[in-house]
């Protein structure tokens, strides 16, 4: 299953839901505010960094870029383009985005 | 939206006649609009123009009149960055005509 | 009484603050409250603005919005001196919440406490959020 979460962990809590309830072995793709959950130094870094023990992470490129966060993704996230983004869903069954 | 054509090329402008797509403006554009504009264009217009398109490729707005007469002023010194000098340019305000004229959108602040 | 006769003999000058609490690009505030400071500059108050929570993620460098398709506002942060708005209050907690630092800003910004922050929103005689 994959999720998509776009709001930022740090003003509402799509982030912290969504990785309460994805199972082992789903995907989570980060977009437009979201991606800031994929960044280094936050205090949203820790649950992030626990939850990749089980899920696979990815935040897409030109959000991150937009945002002066490209340099700056934890390790272990998956940074993709709109072309992956396209193959994430493909790739996947069912998707929950988490509005 | 309107569309006009100059110089062999269609470009896009809103209903004030500001050009919708900055990337439009060339020379020939800016002579057209001066036209429009009723203004003749002198080295001392060109300043101006060339001075705004500079700020907005800077930070991305059209200076209010006040901002830009300040940085005129800072730039070219006071002979050139008072009202009455913008003003004897571009008659119609210097902020709205000469912003028309480089191409750029309404300044932000304008009232 | 006094406040009216000071209009009229040229205007009351009070304190603005504008309060900026949203992420560039994610939604259409961070670029209207900009708008909206730029335009307020033109009355000649004691403007100010401040930026709490995910509103520090307005000032980040580097921001470029090239892919994305809309505009890179962030510059725009930069030309507020030249329209004489030069308090720009950053709430420390929120900045080191969110792993930035001061020089990850790309404005002067003075950076305040969760309790001096406090102080000076209480000091404003408006408060416009965004």
């Known amino acids: 299953m994959l999720h998509i979460v776009n709001k930022s962990p740090y003003e509402r809590n799509s982030l912290e839901s969504c990785l309460r309830l994805a199972s082992k072995g789903s995907a989570v793709l980060l977009i437009e505010d979201g991606v800031y959950g994929a960044t280094k130094g936050g205090s949203f870094e820790g649950k992030v960094l626990a939850a990749m023990a089980d899920v696979k992470v990815y935040a897409l490129a030109p959000d991150l870029s937009a945002r002066g966060m490209a340099d700056r993704v934890l390790d272990g996230v998956s940074v993709v383009d709109y072309g992956g983004f396209v193959d994430l869903v493909a790739e996947h069954t069912n998707c929950q985005s988490w509005l | ?111 | 009484m006094s406040d009216e006769m000071d209009m009229e003999e040229g205007g009351v000058i009070k304190k603005f603050m504008f309060v900026n609490r949203k992420a560039p690009y994610g939604t259409i505030y961070a670029l209207e409250g900009l708008e909206v400071v730029l335009i307020s500059a033109a009355f000649e108050q004691d403007v100010s603005m401040a930026f709490i929570d995910d509103g520090v993620y307005e000032l980040k460098k580097g921001q470029d919005t090239k892919e994305l398709g809309q505009k890179n506002f962030s510059p725009t942060y930069r030309a507020l001196e030249g329209y004489d708005i030069e308090k720009l209050y950053v709430e420390r907690e929120s900045m080191e919440a969110r792993g930035l630092t001061e020089d990850d800003l790309l404005v002067d910004v003075i950076v305040m406490d969760r309790a001096e922050l406090a102080a000076k929103l209480d000091e404003q005689d408006v408060l416009i959020s965004f």
């Open chain 2, 1 to 111: 939206m309107p569309m006009v054509d100059i110089a062999g090329k269609t470009v896009e402008v809103d209903e004030e006649g500001y050009l919708v797509n900055l990337a439009d403006w060339n020379k020939d554009v800016a002579d057209y609009l001066a036209k429009e504009e009723k203004v003749d264009m002198s080295e001392n217009h060109w300043e101006v123009v060339n001075f705004l398109r500079e700020y907005y490729d800077e930070y991305q707005i059209a200076p209010a009149i006040r901002v830009l007469t300040k940085a005129i002023a800072k730039k070219l010194g006071p002979d050139k960055g008072n009202n009455k000098y913008l003003y004897e340019l571009f008659p119609y305000g210097p902020a709205k005509q000469a912003c028309k004229i480089a191409g750029l959108p309404k300044p932000t602040g304008c009232i």
